[in-house]
């Protein structure tokens, strides 16, 4: 089933408890009414603990605005951005500086976690345009747009956020053709 027509659940700020319900109740009336409610196992939201919150809002703002998502600051340090699918429903990534100070301000790919995320773009040239602002902007690539072997078709590019984790923008046209 395409990306599109999956339904999420719209989320307000992660400040509040777990498990306690979003938005107001007039918010939430109205996604009810309109249909716009979660599909299980769907991703509603994505939290990124970053070690350098300002260089990776921009970053991120950078990376997310050329994929069609929205800026919304929360507070100094705390950046969400908002993908909205055409039934109004909303995705969230949202990046901050980690509750908990580690010894280490990088993410080690490797490591237990995570290894990377992948976002889907429109076609190759989405990609090419990403990579070309990714390299105006001083930001290193560690993989240069090229296609990979795993998908007939399958162009990929891939660099690393200022906090090391690494991203791929992908155009697959096995998914999104």
Request: aromatic share 10%; proline share 9%; with cysteine.
């Amino acid at each position: 089933m395409p990306l599109q027509q999956h339904r999420i659940a719209h989320r307000t700020l992660r400040s509040r408890p777990w498990g306690a319900p979003t938005g107001s109740r007039r918010d939430r009336r109205n996604r009810r009414q309109t249909g716009c409610v979660a599909t299980r196992g769907f991703v509603s939201h994505l939290d990124l603990n970053v070690a350098e919150p300002v260089a990776s809002a921009r970053f991120y703002e950078l990376v997310l605005g050329h994929l069609g998502y929205r800026q919304h600051p929360i507070d100094e340090g705390r950046s969400r951005w908002t993908l909205e699918y055409a039934d109004g429903a909303l995705f969230e990534i949202e990046v901050r500086p980690p509750a908990v100070p580690s010894g280490s301000d990088r993410h080690e790919r490797y490591e237990p976690g995570v290894d990377h995320l992948a976002f889907h773009a429109d076609s190759r040239s989405d990609v090419d345009a990403l990579y070309q602002k990714l390299i105006a902007a001083g930001h290193p690539v560690a993989e240069p747009p090229r296609e990979y072997e795993y998908t007939p078709g399958y162009y990929a590019v891939a660099f690393d956020d200022p906090s090391g984790i690494r991203l791929e923008v992908v155009h697959d046209p096995t998914t999104n053709p």
